[in-house]
């Protein structure tokens, strides 16, 4: 589906620190639905013009921009010192601060943490969920970012170890409530308790399948929007994956069971040959849809009936 596009924004993703309550296994490393950690953050943020990863390198399914906390590659000097890094390798207007545990974020909440930092009057927005600020699911204006960071090292002599709440108070700062399903954009995993709530959210009925699609997309380095609107109409048709599914029911009903998965990959593979677009996808399901309705309509007679009457 088509989107207003999103105005031009850097984003930085924090990947430091020593998850002591995971008893020190490196967090951003930690899989989910497959994917690590870190790279479900990025996976939120792919139309960004620069993504800086600040923490130890890492194997990462896109290629991002590595940075220490400090120049000389010391770790673990808190939250401030890594943002004041990760920010003086970009330039955008806005700037896009995930941390590297949230395994719900999606680029939904992005849009919407955009939106709001565009409002007049506002230098940033942040998710609020469960009575608190989310400073580390947020969205930046660079200048006014820049300049509170600058006064606060100024103030303290340096931003080593400073915590969070002292930037927050000093922006303003829209607010964006974590609605939708549970857990939201903010659930971080800080211990296994969460990252094994995290991977049994991800199984259930609702969502499995948007998971796997967002999985195998990124695995198969894929950028087709496959959702579609909640309510198709003429103008907004239904995403890929209903239009697909719709597809394999035909091809298994209407010829035989093992004919759903074959035709889905004939159908991506010429929808590769002729240019990959997503209307090239579904000018391929609606050729193989039409195939599957005319082979069943030959078995059961209806096509004759038809053509008798």
Not at 116 to 129: Q, R, S
Not at 142 to 163: F, I, K, Q
Not at 187 to 208: L, N, P, Q, S
Request: with cysteine.
């Amino acid at each position: 589906m088509s989107q207003r596009p999103c105005p031009p924004y850097d984003a930085v993703v924090l990947a430091g620190g020593g998850a002591r309550r995971l008893g020190g296994a490196d967090k951003p490393a930690v899989t989910v639905g497959g994917r690590t950690l870190l790279d479900r953050a990025l996976g939120s943020c792919t139309d960004a013009a620069h993504t800086v990863v600040v923490g130890p390198r890492r194997p990462t399914a896109r290629a991002v921009d590595f940075t220490s906390e400090s120049p000389s590659g010391a770790e673990g000097l808190g939250p401030l010192a890594a943002l004041d890094a990760g920010l003086r390798r970009t330039t955008a207007p806005l700037l896009l601060v995930l941390s590297a545990d949230l395994p719900f974020v999606t680029r939904a909440t992005v849009r919407t943490l955009l939106a709001a930092a565009g409002e007049a009057g506002a230098e940033g927005a942040l998710v609020h969920a469960g009575g608190r600020d989310q400073p580390l699911l947020a969205v930046y204006r660079s200048d006014p970012l820049r300049r509170e960071l600058a006064l606060l090292r100024t103030e303290y002599g340096a931003l080593s170890g400073l915590p969070l709440r002292l930037l927050v108070p000093e922006l303003a700062l829209r607010r964006v409530p974590d609605e939708g399903p549970r857990p939201g954009a903010a659930f971080d995993c800080d211990t296994w308790e969460d990252v094994v709530r995290a991977r049994t959210a991800i199984r259930e009925h609702g969502t499995v399948l948007t998971e796997w699609m967002t999985a195998a997309k990124a695995e198969l380095g894929v950028e087709l929007d496959t959702e579609g609107p909640e309510n198709a109409t003429d103008s907004a048709p239904p995403g890929l994956t209903t239009v697909l599914l719709d597809l394999a029911r035909d091809a298994a009903h209407g010829v035989a069971r093992p004919a759903a998965p074959l035709t889905a990959f004939l159908v991506g593979y010429a929808a590769a040959n002729a240019g990959g677009t997503e209307e090239d996808v579904r000018e391929a399901v609606r050729k193989a849809t039409a195939l599957a309705q005319r082979w069943a309509a030959e078995e059961d007679g209806t096509e004759r009936r038809a053509e008798e009457r």
